[in-house]
């Protein structure tokens, strides 16, 4: 299961999309079969608690085995279900169990390791750290065309912790190039997201045509796969284009109908409050941009304001983007 992206790289895992999981569902109920090992991957959907404990379930079987690989891989899954519930010590303690098991024969289970690793130093904000592991990762999949989706992950991790924005347009063009060649078919579910991302890079180098390009592939991607939460991202994206393009009728209309989409889903329940407010909050922060690029004050205030309760209540907006909080906070003030 990949992690999606929703409307922007940095809430990758705090906006898991939440999915029913035949094996999720009867993990509990049944005897854990040679099908449910072999599909652990299956188990990486819903909340990172869910997510842990279901993974942990599958382990002294797992453990049992001869061939210690699955085993491994699942560690390092569970070590990232660890992260995202900001238990950091915790998780560098699971991979460094599975780190100590590594030999040659395990080669992936090594390749998603260094990846994990790298993972948890990132969430944790040393992307110091964590981008050699990203690029080891990628290093050692790429050898194997057996690795692609792999490949492409690391690829992409890569894009999200380089320093320079035109490197990270550099490996998520890497990225997409390898997901649209492979005869993974899997790796197909990572073009949306990672379009979303390098629509990411282009808003943050400027370049406002090739970021509207790049949303407009995520939607279509999206769509193609019946995706509605990317597709409200992708859309949210491409009104943020516009409004940079100064298109700001066409931003604003964009907008209110995904707040609309976000009235409907709370009244019916259908997301978590968590993805709710985070997406909902980011609506907010762009009406809250748009009305003020119109000079229409009050408006402006009004929505910086209920971004600010929405986005303030979400862990990692606080810690990875403070200042587009604090710049909803000084808007509210107004």
Request: glycine share 4%; net charge negative.
């Amino acid at each position: 299961m990949i992690k999606i992206f929703i409307f922007t790289t940095a809430i990758l895992f705090s906006t898991l999309i939440f999915t029913n999981s035949s094996l999720a569902d009867t993990l509990m109920n049944e005897d854990i079969n040679t099908n449910q090992l072999e599909n652990f991957d299956e188990l990486f959907t819903g909340n990172p608690v869910d997510i842990e404990k279901n993974m942990t379930a599958l382990l002294p079987e797992a453990k049992n085995r001869e061939d210690k690989s699955i085993y491994l891989q699942i560690l390092s899954q569970i070590a990232l279900a660890q992260a995202m519930q900001l238990n950091f010590d915790l998780a560098h303690q699971t991979l460094d169990k599975a780190d100590g098991l590594i030999d040659a024969r395990y080669k992936l289970a090594h390749i998603r390791l260094l990846l994990e690793r790298g993972r948890v130093y990132q969430q944790s904000g040393n992307t110091d750290k964590a981008l050699p592991l990203f690029i080891e990762s990628y290093e050692k999949a790429k050898l194997n065309k057996d690795y692609d989706f792999h490949t492409v992950n690391a690829a992409h991790m890569v894009a999200i912790v380089a320093a320079d924005v035109d490197d990270k347009i550099k490996w998520n063009k890497i990225a997409i190039a390898l997901a649209e060649k492979t005869n993974d078919e899997h790796c197909q579910a990572w073009l949306g997201a990672i379009h979303n991302n390098l629509a990411q890079n282009y808003i943050e180098a400027e370049k406002y045509y090739d970021a509207l390009e790049s949303f407009k592939k995520c939607k279509a991607y999206a769509e193609e796969r019946g995706d509605p939460i990317v597709i409200r991202g992708a859309s949210w994206g491409i009104a943020r284009s516009l409004r940079s393009l100064n298109q700001l009728d066409k931003a604003l209309e964009i907008q209110t109908d995904l707040l609309t989409q976000y009235e409907k889903i709370s009244n019916d329940g259908s997301l978590p409050i968590e993805l709710i407010r985070t997406g909902r909050g980011l609506v907010y922060e762009e009406l809250a941009e748009i009305y003020l690029a119109k000079n229409r004050k009050e408006q402006s205030k009004k929505y910086a304001m209920l971004a600010y309760d929405d986005l303030s209540k979400d862990p990692w907006m606080e810690k990875l983007y403070p200042q587009r909080l604090e710049r909803m906070h000084k808007l509210g003030d107004l």
